[in-house]
């Protein structure tokens, strides 16, 4: 994405309840915008991002709170690579949880596996395990704005995930004399 400047929302709200404060930064953090300090937090100028905001502004002033939204850019080069950079930590971030998460995952199929546990109800779990993570890292780069360093890693954990899977499920079946 090239940088065509950024929204810029600050926004107070009052500290109770405090799950509504922990709502509004989930939702903000759930559209990929990147906190420059409490209260005051960017995202890429786009049409989808200001009709978010725009919500988000009733929303703020629903719980008693004030919020200004700008339009905004870099002063210059530097400033902008370091808001960009701001971008690709967050995502980086997500993307080294999820590349965990697959060693996770393969891991679990290894330990069934190990104890020879080939059912097609242990296959259901891990195919659901796998749906969940393929819908994760489709999150995450939906939130990907600036490509993270960690994508191509990510997506590459995520083929070998399905691989494993796949290996696993003709064992099930090969258990089970699906396959003669």
């Known amino acids: 994405m090239d940088t065509q400047g950024w929204l810029l929302l600050t926004y107070k709200v009052p500290p109770e309840p405090n799950s509504r404060r922990v709502a509004l930064w989930r939702r903000l953090k759930g559209l990929g915008a990147v906190y420059l300090q409490n209260g005051v937090c960017l995202l890429p ?26 339009e905004t850019v870099a002063l210059d080069r530097a ?27 393969e891991a679990e199929i290894a330990k ?19 749906r969940k993570l393929q819908g994760w890292l489709e999150k995450i780069r939906k939130l990907d704005f600036y ?8 997506a590459s954990r995520l083929k070998d995930c399905e691989l494993v899977l796949d290996s696993y499920a003709q ?6 004399d699906e396959n003669r």
Request: include cysteine; hydrophobic fraction near 35%; glycine fraction near 6%.
């Open 45 to 70: 100028k786009t049409s989808d991002h200001v009709r978010w905001l725009k919500m988000l502004e009733n929303d703020i002033s629903g719980m008693g709170g004030d919020c200004v939204l700008l």
């Open 79 to 105: 400033q902008e690579e370091k808001v960009v950079a701001r971008f690709k930590a967050d995502r980086d971030e997500q993307y080294g949880e999820f590349i965990r998460r697959c060693a996770d995952f």
């Open 112 to 130: 069934e596996i190990a104890i020879k546990k080939f059912t097609y109800a242990e296959l259901e779990e891990e195919e659901t395990d796998l």
């Open 147 to 154: 490509g993270g360093s960690l994508a191509e890693q990510a």
């Open 171 to 176: 064992q099930v079946f090969d258990a089970h």
